[in-house]
């Protein structure tokens, strides 16, 4: 599976965007799809996670009630909605596709990252 993360940018603290990973390969669905960030300076770290079915979903508690995390396996693609965005949330971020996990290291394959930048 090769995945190809999109959607950062720049926004103001308080504003939404919504980042895409599209997946090429026919095994998507088998997958669950996770969202990490890295933000300079610090270590990858989790953010959101969704079963192959869509069927059960997690989150990081910094993140909780702001993101939404999901898929359409007919258009092989995973998304994370971002909405009242904080600066702390400023950082790469990058889609994995393995199992149902938290940790990064569970994880088989990975996009290339995105840049989400968030003004105070």
């Known amino acids: 599976v090769q995945l190809q993360a999109s959607g950062g940018g720049l926004v103001q603290a308080g504003g939404s965007l919504r980042l895409s990973c599209a997946a090429s390969g026919r095994s998507f669905s088998s997958y669950a799809m996770g969202w990490f960030r890295q933000a300079p300076g610090k270590d990858r770290e989790f953010v959101a996670r969704i079963s192959w079915n869509g069927g059960r979903t997690y989150y990081a508690d910094s993140v909780k009630g702001r993101f939404t995390i999901s898929r359409d396996n007919a258009k092989n693609t995973a998304y994370l909605q971002m909405n009242n965005l904080k600066p702390e949330d400023t950082a790469v971020y990058y889609c994995?596709?393995?199992?149902?996990?938290?940790?990064?290291?569970?994880?088989?394959?990975w996009g290339q990252g995105t840049q989400v930048t968030v003004s105070s």
């Open positions: 994995a596709a393995g199992p149902y996990s938290a940790i990064q290291y569970d994880y088989n394959y």
